[in-house]
């Protein structure tokens, strides 16, 4: 199964990420999305489990969106909220994680699976516009679980993105 791995996305679906998103069978937003037009969107192309970011508090979802979520899929116990530090890396096997616009992924000592899939629309790295995407087996086995760097379609263009992304 292919989970694609999205946050911070602030209201803005690029083509890029769109373009990547297409045969997912699940996308796992970490918070921020910040429009619920957005949210629709992303559910018309996969299963989309989400969890509340910072500036997430002025919209409604759905009863589903929380501050973390739990869910369990492929045999493996998944758990998504925007900030790491409030994740509890004892009861899953895959955190997942936003908030800091920095992409990342690695396994905790304890064997866990973390990732932060940076952001598509305001990425804080010299990367630039990022995703992850975990692709799993139904027996709990994870096959591969990678960052994706996206198409930059403000690069040459001043601007918010551009102030962040070079930081």
């Known amino acids: 199964m292919r989970y694609d791995i999205i946050s911070d996305t602030h209201g ?23 429009s619920l037009q957005d949210y629709l969107c992303l559910q018309q192309i996969a299963r989309v489990v989400m969890c509340l970011g910072n500036n997430d508090a002025y919209v409604d979802y759905s009863p589903a969106v929380k501050r973390m979520v739990r869910i369990f ?18 009861t899953c096997d895959v955190a997942i994680c936003g908030h800091t616009h920095r992409p990342f992924v690695r396994r905790e000592p304890n064997g866990v699976l973390l990732m932060n899939p940076g952001s598509p629309t305001y990425p ?44």
Not at 134 to 161: C, H, K, M, N, Y
């Open 73 to 90: 899929s492929s045999n493996l116990r998944w758990e998504v909220c925007h900030y790491q530090e409030r994740l509890d890396l004892a």
């Open 12 to 34: 803005h679906l690029s083509k890029a990420l769109l373009d990547a998103l297409e045969g997912a069978d699940m996308i796992i937003h970490a918070g921020d999305c910040c």
């Open 124 to 167: 804080r790295t010299s990367m630039g516009p990022t995703m992850g995407r975990i692709v799993a087996a139904d027996d709990g086995t994870i096959q591969s679980a990678q960052i994706l760097q996206l198409a930059d379609e403000d690069e040459g263009r001043p601007g918010f993105a551009r102030f962040f992304s070079r930081r």
